[in-house]
Nanobody
Framework: QVQLVESGGGLVQAGGSLRLSCAAS????????MGWFRQAPGKERESVAK??????SIYYADSVKGRFTISRDKTTVYLQMNSLKPEDTAVYYC????????????WGQGTQVTVSS
């Protein structure tokens, strides 16, 4: 089992920045990738950024490229969010998967990010 706890959400004005953190515990070495997802009210959950432990590849959604940066240390994954826009408002979730290319099966509780115009 892997436990994930997000922090760092909040209210920020458009153009501002936030850094989200995801602290991982448990069988961290069993994970193949970690990522950040978000879900806005009335919308489906979408992938924002993903990092692979296997080949160190990084994925960003087109909507956040150039503004968001995913990084990690041994037990924490970060999401630096710059130039925030109102459309970035959502609950952000950290997730992990054990199988390369498989389903993300471990999820945090989520942290709210609200960007005011």
């Amino acid at each position: 089992q892997v436990q994930l706890v997000e922090s760092g959400g909040g209210l920020v004005q458009a153009g501002g920045s936030l850094r989200l953190s995801c602290a991982a515990s448990g069988r961290i070495l069993s994970t193949a990738a970690m990522g950040w997802f978000r879900q806005a009210p009335g919308k489906e959950r979408e992938s924002v950024a993903k990092f692979s432990w296997i080949d160190t590849s990084i994925y960003y959604a087109d909507s956040v490229k150039g503004r968001f940066t995913i990084s990690r240390d041994k037990t924490t994954v970060y999401l630096q969010m710059n130039s925030l826009k109102p459309e970035d408002t959502a609950v952000y979730y950290c997730a992990a998967r054990s199988v390369p290319g498989g389903t993300f099966v471990y999820w945090g509780q989520g942290t709210q990010v609200t960007v005011s115009s």
